[in-house]
């Protein structure tokens, strides 16, 4: 069966050291988003890409990199982790053009720990 | 997309009906209903989704007054495991290459009670 995969699942890292998270999902999808889900926050966007090559900043993008070189992943990389983006990282995938309908595909989740 | 306003939180009874409601007052003629839900620690998870009409599937039904300026979710026989985090959104379902995010709220917290 296709599925979206996330990993590490958990990760504890140090401040000021590059992670990366990885986003991979079998379904052909064009788009693929990433999101971090925070307490008394929600989930909020931060960057997103609808094909290859193609990245676009979300909402709460400073301080995270993407890069699209295939279809199937979607690394979000931080380049200096910070205290503050100790939180659980969703990526998702949907169809675009007139296969969309608005229905995203989640993976379950990384959870983050900066120290 | 248009806003949406949902309650904090809701109890229901195990096997009563649970009815979630969703205030989308500035909805636009093109913009559908969604409903996820995200059970702890898990990904969201699509429900259903509607525009105008009422929808039903396997896991719940859409009900959107005539207006659209509202709908609610009803799941028939609430079980505990239906016990999640449900957000409802507004968006465009097809938006030709434009605009596929979804902006999540905060939700409403269902908790479910034996």
């Known amino acids: 069966d296709a599925e979206i995969t996330q990993s590490p699942r958990h990760k504890i890292t140090e401040t000021g050291r590059q992670v990366t998270l990885a986003c991979h999902q079998t379904w052909n999808h064009n788009n693929m988003f990433w999101y971090r889900q925070d307490l008394g926050h929600g989930l909020r966007l931060i960057h997103y890409?609808?094909?290859?090559?193609?990245?676009n900043k979300g909402e709460v993008s400073d301080g995270y990199s993407v890069s699209r070189s295939n279809t199937e992943d979607l690394p979000l990389t931080l380049e200096s982790a910070a205290s503050s983006q100790t939180s659980v990282y969703f990526c998702a995938s949907s169809e675009s053009g007139s296969l969309n309908t608005g229905e995203l595909f989640f993976g379950e989740g990384s959870r983050l720990t900066v120290l | 997309d248009a806003k949406t306003t949902q309650p904090t939180s809701m109890d229901c009874a195990e096997g009563r009906a649970a009815n979630l409601p969703c205030n989308h007052s500035?909805?636009?003629?093109?913009?559908?209903v969604y409903w996820y839900r995200q059970i702890h620690s898990q990904g969201p998870q699509y429900i259903i989704h509607?525009?105008?009409n009422n929808e039903t599937n396997e896991m719940a039904s859409l009900i959107i007054t005539e207006d659209r300026k509202s709908s609610t979710l009803i799941l028939p026989h609430a079980t505990l495991r239906d016990t999640a985090v449900y957000y409802c959104?507004?968006?465009?379902?097809?938006?030709?290459?434009?605009?596929?995010?979804?902006?999540f709220g905060k939700g409403t917290l269902l908790t479910v009670n034996p």
């Open positions: 959104i507004v968006r465009v379902a097809r938006s030709g290459g434009s605009n596929y995010k979804l902006t």
């Open positions: 509607g525009l105008k």
């Open positions: 890409s609808y094909g290859v090559q193609d990245t």
């Open positions: 500035t909805i636009s003629g093109n913009e559908y």
